[in-house]
């Protein structure tokens, strides 16, 4: 009788599991709508920053800035000596950002890629100098993964050295 007692005991658990299992594999995160239990309540719809027992918050959100900065329009101009330089920022999506820049960007002459090249040619109109700076269009020229002080110290040597001395712009 133990015996039998252990198996059904055995069975649902291993049926929980599996339950939980697939639960987790069709509702995964907090996209399913059932499991939002804290919609429910009607503190969700309060400041998600304060903590329950009403203390004050550790963590208040502040942004550095303004409207007016998130808003402003910047012109680039691709015929004069304007130059995107893309820094990568490592697990934010920058792989995907700099194929876009380079695949997808709607400008007056965009990028050309090839199939199986790793590298797009990304020239003004009419001219041979690049308008991008980033590893999908002149490769790794600073070096591999290159951050933001490796970038300025490179960047203008790099652009630089591919025009005559009176032809480069000041920066």
């Not at 995907?96 to 990304?122: D, M, S, W, Y």
Request: net charge positive; proline share 5%; charged share 25%.
């Amino acid at each position: 009788m133990e015996d039998r007692s252990h198996k059904v005991l055995l069975a649902l658990v291993m049926l929980f599991l599996f339950a939980v299992i697939v639960l987790q594999y069709v509702c995964p995160g907090t996209e399913c709508q059932l499991l939002r239990l804290r919609a429910l309540s009607p503190a969700a719809a309060a400041d998600p920053y304060r903590a329950e027992d009403e203390t004050p918050a550790r963590f208040v959100p502040r942004f550095n800035f303004s409207a007016g900065d998130l808003l402003r329009r910047v012109d680039f101009n691709i015929k004069g000596d304007d130059l995107i330089v893309f820094l990568h920022i490592q697990k934010t999506g920058g792989t995907t950002f700099g194929r876009h820049l380079v695949r997808n960007i709607q400008l007056e002459q965009p990028c050309e890629c090839r199939a199986g090249q790793k590298k797009c040619t990304c020239h003004r109109p009419g001219k041979r100098e690049t308008w991008l700076f980033s590893r999908f269009s002149t490769g790794w020229s600073c070096g591999l993964h290159a951050d933001w002080t490796e970038l300025t110290n490179c960047v203008p040597s790099v652009v630089d050295s591919k025009k005559e001395v009176r032809l480069r712009p000041s920066r």
